[in-house]
């Protein structure tokens, strides 16, 4: 915790796009498109929309599937994952069973989050 909070991951990422970056500039790192087998002539690609019907079934299927969660079990194995997230143990197993009761991504996001926090990088 204390590497990320002074800076030295933020550092070490900088410096290995830094290095990189060089490497592209002089030919030795090869990205096709960039500055190899660059086409003249610039091809207009559509963008992609966004489904809005496919995110509104999304969403509902998320809805119907917290209602019908066992609100105890997914409880208790949302805690697990924070008792172990507090110590030093593995938090892959209880991860892997809050998932398994049926508590979603961001329930278990959210309670990592309340232990761990949030990074904010400094501005």
Same mark, same amino acid.
């Given at each position: =915790? ?24 002089? $030919?030795?790192?090869?990205?096709? $498109? ?12 559509? /963008?992609?929309?966004?489904?809005? *019907? &496919? ?21 208790? &194995?949302? *805690? !697990? ?6 110590? *030093?143990?593995? /938090?892959?197993?209880? =991860?892997? *069973? ?10 278990? &996001?959210? !309670?990592? !989050? ?6 904010? &990088?400094?501005?």
């Amino acid at each position: =915790m204390s590497a990320i909070e002074n800076g030295f991951v933020q550092n070490a990422i900088a410096e290995n796009a830094f290095r990189l970056e060089i490497e592209r500039e002089r $030919g030795d790192e090869v990205v096709v $498109g960039v500055n190899r087998y660059v086409e003249d002539e610039a091809i207009d690609v559509p /963008l992609q929309g966004i489904d809005e *019907d &496919a995110v509104a079934r999304q969403v509902d299927r998320v809805r119907c599937h917290k209602t019908s969660q066992d609100l105890a079990t997914v409880k208790q &194995a949302l *805690d !697990r994952v924070g008792e172990t997230a507090a110590s *030093d143990g593995n /938090l892959l197993p209880p =991860m892997k *069973d809050a998932l398994r009761t049926g508590a979603t991504l961001g329930q278990v &996001a959210g !309670r990592l !989050r309340s232990i761990f926090g949030e990074y904010r &990088a400094p501005s």
